[in-house]
């Protein structure tokens, strides 16, 4: 894969120099070019069409919001890593909703640019490798778990049937021994289970206390 190309706006001469500093630590990109004005960026940008925009906030002629705004309505194809010191609530939910990649607050580690930057790049190896994608790509793309079905060893599918079938028709807080006697299995083998569906969220447990020794726990579905 060639060298990811990379557009810096940033009116600051000293954070650009940062900027350019972390850039050029990173393997597999190249700075095509940088510009300390709005208005300079857009020219340029609509030339070179670089894959990557590190684009501040707040520039002399015109806010970075108004140039991201300008390069989507225009549809080009270059995606936007906002580097600001702007930290207030709409402002980083307007960057995110128009589709900014990442939003790295002033001032940062090295560390964190270099995360942005690295998932940037590993995001745009899916969309050179593929042409279509399914759902668990889409998924795994977004940071979206995937929620696995399957049972840990020892336990399977018939039994955690008969368990969540009891539970989800009575509706009733149950202890482990009398959900045993009712579905006819081992105390032991049911608790197993209820436990396991309890780190999953699926039943919650409820503690009662007696006058003496341990408290009784009573499961019930969610």
């Known amino acids: 894969m060639s060298k990811l190309s990379v557009f810096i706006v940033e009116d600051d001469p000293m954070v650009l120099e ?3 500093g972390f850039l050029n630590k990173m ?16 020219e340029k940008i609509k030339v ?19 140039l991201f705004l300008k390069l989507r309505s225009e549809r080009i194809p270059s995606d936007i890593i906002l580097i600001t ?3 207030d609530a709409p402002t980083v939910q ?25 998932q940037y790049k590993n995001s745009s190896k899916l969309f050179t490798n ?20 399957e049972l840990p060893k020892g336990l399977n599918n018939l039994t955690m049937k008969q368990i969540l079938d009891y539970l989800t028709t009575y509706r009733v807080a149950i202890t482990s021994e009398q959900l045993a006697q009712n579905v006819g299995m081992a105390r032991v083998t049911v608790r197993k289970y ?13 503690l009662q206390y007696g006058t003496v020794g341990r408290p009784t726990k009573y499961y019930s579905i969610k």
Do not use: H
Request: net charge negative; hydrophobic share 40%.
């Open 18 to 20: 940062i900027n350019k």
């Open 130 to 149: 593929c042409t279509a994608f399914n759902q668990e790509d889409i998924d795994s793309w977004l940071g979206i778990q995937q929620e696995s079905n």
């Open 194 to 206: 209820l436990d396991f569906l309890a780190t999953k969220g699926t039943v919650s447990i409820e």
């Open 85 to 87: 010191a702007a930290r």
């Open 48 to 66: 070179k069409k670089p894959d990557l925009i590190l684009l501040d906030m707040f520039l002399p002629d015109m806010t970075g919001m108004d």
């Open 94 to 118: 307007e960057a995110l909703r128009f589709g900014a990649s990442d939003y790295l607050i002033k001032p940062f580690r090295f560390e964190r640019f270099e995360k942005a930057l690295q």
């Open 27 to 42: 393997i597999g990109f190249q700075l095509v070019g940088e510009s300390i004005t709005g208005r300079d960026a857009y």
